[in-house]
């Protein structure tokens, strides 16, 4: 019985220590505090102090804790993207996240963090879900003009100016009483707002992922296709300049050959992956074919003139009033000038008819000849060229029988 009582009071003491210990332990947990700025587009300047029993929590987190209203747009991989705080930004979905950063022009929600060691505002190479902040640590976002790698920074305002410094309790002496006694606030300083300096962006932990082709990138003129693109772990997306997000497909009809562009901002490094479709322009219109045109003839070679005592010469041919006839030696020239006849060919005989043909001759008609059985009576048939031939041939022979006969006289 006396040892169940002691064991009752010594659970009661130890209940009462309990109560009396664990206000104190509660008093003595580690409270940390993050600031967080943000300057609107009228330089209007929103401070907020958190408090957080954590090691760290995400900026994300932060401005989630902050009270302030905020718009998301959510990507796999890539986390969280800023599209509105307050009143002023993108009502996503309705439009874009970056409703404003569709062309050369961008405005958006910048991030910044304060570098203790510069006192320094630093553009974010982190999105908001992927930078964790710590005890001491300073968010700030700015809403203006920039591009990938920077923006317009908020105003600089240090923690201490953020968050009041914590309350210390002492003890006050028994016995004295304290009059509670209003002590003065000096009004807020200006305080100089740095031109921050570029420095270089923490480097990501985690290999940015980026997958960028077409169904095919060879096409014929009109034709289309389309553009596909899977990003994992960066910050931003951008096609052609344009804000996109990590997962998209785009149908593209180029009507030329064209070079597209995918640039992704990881920790501050931009990378850029390109497709080039190929167009073919339009086959042209083929000519018609030329038409056949005739063959020409080609020229007959002569006819050769058979020689021998047996062969039969050709008709001699007509010869025209008009012909310039061998000349014949008149009378009057001497025997002695005159030139030595031709020999006549073995097989032909030169009639008078033959003669009186060739041309004139200024001396009295010869006496006939008999006529020969191989005379020419009649132009041998063929082409025009056979007919020269023969024709001046006839001539010449012409003209030795009437020198002949001249001669004989």
């Known amino acids: 019985m006396l040892n169940s009582s002691r064991l009752c009071i010594a659970l009661l003491c130890a209940a009462l220590l309990a109560l009396l210990v664990a206000p104190a332990a509660r008093s003595q947990a580690p409270v940390h505090r993050a600031g967080l700025v943000v300057r609107f587009s009228d330089d209007r300047v929103i401070t907020r102090c958190v408090e957080f029993a954590e090691e760290s929590i995400t900026s994300e987190e932060l401005l989630k804790r902050s009270g302030l209203r905020v718009v998301y747009e959510h990507h796999p991989g890539l986390g969280a993207a800023v599209c509105k705080i307050e009143d002023v930004g993108c009502d996503y979905p309705a439009v874009p996240c970056f409703c404003q950063c569709q062309g050369a022009e961008c405005v958006y929600w910048a991030y910044y963090y304060l570098d203790e060691s510069s006192s320094q505002w630093v553009y974010s190479g982190f999105g908001v879900s992927n930078r964790q902040v710590h005890d001491g640590d300073v968010d700030g976002w700015s809403w203006g003009a920039g591009s990938t790698s920077q923006g317009t920074p908020p105003p600089l305002v240090p923690l201490d100016q953020v968050c009041a410094p914590p309350a210390t309790h002492t003890p006050i002496p028994s016995g004295v009483s304290v009059t509670p006694t209003a002590t003065p606030v000096p009004p807020p300083t200006a305080t100089p707002v740095p031109t921050p300096k570029p420095t270089a962006a923490p480097k990501p932990t985690v290999a940015p992922e980026v997958r960028f082709w077409a169904d095919t990138t060879r096409l014929?003129?009109?034709?289309?296709?389309?553009?596909?693109?899977?990003?994992?772990?960066?910050?931003?997306?951008?096609?052609?300049?344009?804000?996109?997000?990590?997962?998209?497909?785009?149908?593209?009809?180029?009507?030329?050959?064209?070079?597209?562009?995918?640039?992704?901002?990881?920790?501050?490094?931009?990378?850029?992956?390109?497709?080039?479709?190929?167009?073919?322009?339009?086959?042209?219109?083929?000519?018609?074919?030329?038409?056949?045109?005739?063959?020409?003839?080609?020229?007959?070679?002569?006819?050769?003139?058979?020689?021998?005592?047996?062969?039969?010469?050709?008709?001699?041919?007509?010869?025209?009033?008009?012909?310039?006839?061998?000349?014949?030696?008149?009378?009057?020239?001497?025997?002695?000038?005159?030139?030595?006849?031709?020999?006549?060919?073995?097989?032909?005989?030169?009639?008078?008819?033959?003669?009186?043909?060739?041309?004139?001759?200024?001396?009295?008609?010869?006496?006939?000849?008999?006529?020969?059985?191989?005379?020419?009576?009649?132009?041998?048939?063929?082409?025009?060229?056979?007919?020269?031939?023969?024709?001046?041939?006839?001539?010449?022979?012409?003209?030795?029988?009437?020198?002949?006969?001249?001669?004989?006289r």
Request: glycine letters at 6%; proline letters at 17%.
């Open 220 to 408: 014929a003129a009109g034709e289309c296709t389309t553009l596909h693109w899977d990003v994992e772990h960066v910050d931003a997306v951008y096609l052609d300049g344009q804000g996109v997000t990590g997962h998209e497909a785009r149908p593209v009809c180029p009507p030329h050959t064209q070079t597209y562009e995918l640039k992704t901002v990881a920790g501050g490094q931009e990378s850029v992956n390109r497709v080039t479709i190929e167009v073919s322009p339009a086959p042209d219109t083929p000519l018609p074919a030329p038409s056949p045109t005739a063959p020409v003839p080609t020229a007959q070679p002569p006819t050769a003139i058979p020689s021998g005592d047996n062969a039969t010469p050709p008709p001699a041919p007509t010869i025209s009033p008009t012909a310039s006839p061998t000349p014949v030696p008149t009378e009057s020239q001497p025997a002695a000038t005159a030139p030595r006849p031709t020999s006549i060919p073995s097989g032909f005989t030169v009639t008078p008819r033959q003669v009186a043909q060739a041309g004139p001759v200024p001396t009295s008609a010869p006496q006939p000849a008999a006529s020969n059985a191989n005379a020419v009576t009649a132009p041998p048939a063929g082409n025009l060229a056979d007919l020269a031939a023969f024709g001046l041939t006839m001539t010449a022979l012409a003209g030795v029988g009437a020198f002949a006969l001249w001669w004989r």
